[in-house]
């Protein structure tokens, strides 16, 4: 792995983490990012978006090495085994838990193992909390060094490394252990852990993951990559309110050196969704249990108008500011904060009443109040369905997008469905059915092309949307089987990024990356179709993208297969 300009290849970094945050650490040995004390909180560590100001924890061995990695069989724990010329270690990176899941403080353990010969090794800690905006402070408690600053107490653990402090060289021969750990807080007292504890913790870590997709139930083919990607997914499900994030990371670039740099750790109503029905077909119903309750209080701040997206503690999100941050590789600007948060976005109400329907159909019930609230946002979208707006790729142009419609009509076509299961009232269901044919009719009068022989991207428009081939979940094809049928063909053929990759929209050819949840969306659509070994030899193409540990980013260019936009991507595994 070579980096430059200091930084390293999005697809160098594995993510370890513990229910309440993430970290990312490149194939080097160095933890280049992570938010303190949670997943949207403000980073500690930072080179990721700054080389030089942003902050990180190194561990590597001093000359040059070899380095493979994998996370230990069905866990979030990685490995890393270093080969020198002198010998080999292992390093065991951890965000520690314990039996019953979080520590009441943020754990970062680092064990460094012997495997052969002797192999020297340096390490350096660099915090820089607020993204490298707060004063510092540190002292020395006993053996640990301790950095104060931004509301933050992190403290510096070293065993086995020599002299204590924030930095240091350390040779470790065959049969012997050293381990490195930081135990963090929030305006609260620090605990200074011993040893045996953080060894002992990080054993446990291996054994609650594994306890957790332990209980999954999913017998078929491509079992070990749906393992990583239910795996990745609880990686960034916030304990214990069940908030998943779109992705643990901010203004990870489109483009290098482009301004299509967003903060995704919020969310998304349409992330959860597909939550919902990947993790209940996989056997995982508390995890989806709490995502939905979470997703239903966060709506409930908002409705009967629903948000894109909602902050990680279930309010709307508000914050939106530019950090002084120099980007990942230059790519400016840094953001803490998403302004697509005041966006109309009419896919909401369609994802909020697939997800009601999925979590149903596994046997669940609604109270009242649930009923009650669906209801009312269902009244809401008989109104405004037919407005313009920003549609799923949250675009400042605001257009009557084609999917946004088929979002709609799938919005009242569910609670027409909930209503003649008893799930709902039937008090304005004939409203619904009429809006439901009135967006039928929208769509099959403004949203086709005759000449392009498919749905456009918009009402009026002669692009094409990778989006819209979505509606074939959405049951589309029991509207206009033939007509979904030509938009999947047409969208393939003029969405062509190579590789089995689509790019996401006609205006973004060559302008970003290719969007890898398009592609999969394509395997469900051509699938469902009945074109199924197809889709198995399209699933099996895009496998060869994951990175080195399987995991997946937001967009890959297509040219270089380099991984592109914020990582890991929620949305890339769920789909």
């Not at 908002?302 to 990942?328: I, K, M």
């Not at 198995?536 to 995991?551: C, K, P, R």
Request: charged share 25%.
């Amino acid at each position: 792995m070579k980096r430059k300009d200091g930084y390293a290849p999005i697809e160098s970094y594995a993510a370890i983490g513990d229910g309440t945050t993430t970290a990312l650490i490149a194939l080097d040995g160095a933890v280049d990012f992570m938010s303190l004390p949670e997943m949207h909180s403000p980073t500690v560590f930072a080179a990721l978006l700054d080389a030089e100001q942003g902050g990180s924890f190194v561990l590597r061995p001093t000359g040059r090495f070899d380095a493979e990695r994998r996370y230990v069989a069905r866990t979030n724990v990685l490995e890393t085994r270093y080969t020198t010329r002198d010998g080999v270690v292992r390093v065991t990176d951890a965000l520690n838990m314990r039996g019953g899941g979080q520590l009441p403080w943020r754990e970062l353990a680092r064990r460094v193992e012997g495997l052969g010969g002797s192999v020297e090794l340096e390490w350096a800690v660099d915090v820089r909390p607020d993204w490298g905006r707060a004063g510092v402070r540190l002292r020395r408690i006993g053996d640990a060094c301790v950095f104060e600053g931004g509301g933050l107490e992190v403290g510096v653990h070293a065993w086995g490394v020599g002299e204590p402090g924030v930095s240091g060289r350390f040779t470790v021969r065959d049969g012997e252990r050293a381990l490195l750990a930081l135990a963090a807080t929030h305006n609260q007292p620090i605990p200074i852990p011993r040893r045996e504890d953080v060894e002992s913790r990080l054993d446990d870590t291996i054994e609650v993951w594994r306890g957790w997709l332990a209980r999954w139930t999913y017998d078929g083919p491509w079992e070990e990559q749906l393992a990583r990607s239910a795996l990745a997914l609880k990686l960034m499900s916030l304990e214990p309110r069940g908030a998943l994030v779109a992705a643990p990371t901010t203004s990870l670039p489109e483009r290098i050196g482009g301004g299509k740099n967003y903060d995704y750790r919020y969310m998304w109503v349409r992330d959860s969704a597909f939550t919902i029905d990947a993790l209940m077909r996989l056997g995982l119903p508390e995890t989806v249990h709490e995502s939905f309750c979470c997703l239903l209080r966060a709506v409930q701040t908002t409705a009967p108008d629903l948000r894109p997206f909602y902050a990680l503690d279930g309010t709307p999100a508000e914050r939106c500011e530019e950090l002084e941050l120099s980007g990942y590789r230059g790519s400016r600007p840094v953001r803490y904060g998403n302004a697509a948060a005041s966006q109309l976005q009419l896919g909401s109400w369609g994802d909020l009443l697939e997800t009601t329907g999925l979590y149903l159909e596994h046997g669940n019930a609604l109270d009242d109040n649930t009923a009650a609230l669906l209801e009312r946002c269902l009244d809401r979208l008989a109104v405004i369905w037919q407005d313009d707006d920003s549609g799923i790729w949250e675009l400042d142009e605001c257009h009557s997008y084609t999917a946004s419609n088929i979002s709609s009509w799938m919005a009242f076509d569910r609670g027409i469905e909930l209503v003649g299961d008893g799930r709902l009232p039937a008090d304005h269901v004939d409203t619904w059915r009429q809006e439901r044919e009135r967006v039928r009719a929208y769509i099959e009068e403004q949203c086709w092309s005759d000449e392009l022989g498919a749905y456009v991207e918009y009402a009026g428009a002669r692009t094409l949307d990778a989006a819209v081939v979505r509606a074939a979940r959405m049951r589309w094809d029991r509207v206009s089987p033939e007509r979904l049928r030509r938009t999947v063909d047409r969208i393939r053929e003029q969405l062509d990024a190579g590789g089995g990759l689509l790019w996401r929209r006609t205006g973004n050819i060559g302008r970003e990356g290719a969007f890898v949840a398009c592609s999969f969306w394509l395997v469900e659509a051509l699938a469902r179709r009945g074109d199924v070994d197809e889709a198995a030899s399209l699933f099996e193409q895009l496998l060869t993208y994951e990175n080195d540990v399987g995991l997946l980013a937001e967009e890959i260019d297509p040219s270089t297969g380099a991984f592109l936009g914020n990582f890991p991507q929620a949305l890339s595994h769920l789909a």
